[in-house]
Nanobody, 121 residues
Framework: QVQLVESGGGLVQPGGSLRLSCAASGSWFSINVMGWYRQAPGKERELVGAIISGGNTVVTESVKGRFTISRDNAKNTVFLQMNSLKPEDTAVYYC???????????????WGQGTQVTVSS
């Protein structure tokens, strides 16, 4: 079982920055991918970015050049550095981890509780 604890959300003015963190704890055979999704009011949840175990990253087009995803393997923590924030970035941001609980089990997707990011003047 994997538990995820997120931190770092809040209220920021347009053009500002925030850094989200998500720490994984518990037990697993392997963590395959760590990433972030977001869901704005009235919209579907969408992928923001992800980092796979080999270190390759992907971010959605709307945040390229502004958001960076990184990972501290020693601390099982994934970060989302968000710069040049826009009002349209306002959403609840969810940490997502794909992990294999045991060697003989299929991978499972785990979700954090969500953290609110509000970009407003």
């Amino acid at each position: 079982q994997v538990q995820l604890v997120e931190s770092g959300g809040g209220l920021v003015q347009p053009g500002g920055s925030l850094r989200l963190s998500c720490a994984a704890s518990g037990s697993w055979f392997s963590i395959n991918v760590m990433g972030w999704y977001r869901q704005a009011p009235g919209k579907e949840r969408e992928l923001v970015g992800a980092i796979i175990s080999g270190g390759n990253t992907v971010v959605t087009e709307s945040v390229k050049g502004r958001f960076t995803i990184s990972r501290d393997n020693a601390k099982n923590t994934v970060f989302l550095q968000m710069n040049s924030l826009k009002p349209e970035d306002t959403a609840v941001y969810y940490c997502n981890v794909g992990a294999t609980p045991r060697r003989d089990q299929d991978a499972v997707a785990y979700w954090g509780q969500g953290t609110q990011v509000t970009v407003s003047s």
